[in-house]
């Protein structure tokens, strides 16, 4: 949230960011966090023109940090090169889809991420 905030700050639209330019900085922030090397992982992000309201963008934010840090944590073990890759698309009614995936591992067999005791994944699923 303190990077969305800060996003708004460094423009003169304060009602709203651009999410590819947050992405961008939420990426390179938690790939600095979480590995050892931050090259290990590639991102690819094609959100072009995705402008959107603080009150969209910090739950939104929050859900992308959740996804993106389980990536980086889980989906490539032993040193396994990967890529995460986020897209949207802007549809002519205002709605909008948010792709997020990467060519991780996959979850654990069996895994049923809509019921888990994590915090974070109840957060996404919410």
Known sequence: MASIHESLHQTDMLSEID????????TRMLANTFLTTPDKVEFQ????????????ANPLGLVLNELISNSLKYAFPNGKKG???IHSSIYTNSDIELVLEDNGIGLPEGMDWRN????????VKD
């Open 19 to 26: 999410f590819n330019a947050y992405l961008q900085k939420l």
């Open 45 to 56: 992000i094609d959100c072009p023109g995705l402008r959107l309201s603080i009150d969209i």
């Open 83 to 85: 890529t995460i890759s």
């Open 116 to 123: 888990t005791n994590s915090l974070g994944l109840r957060l």
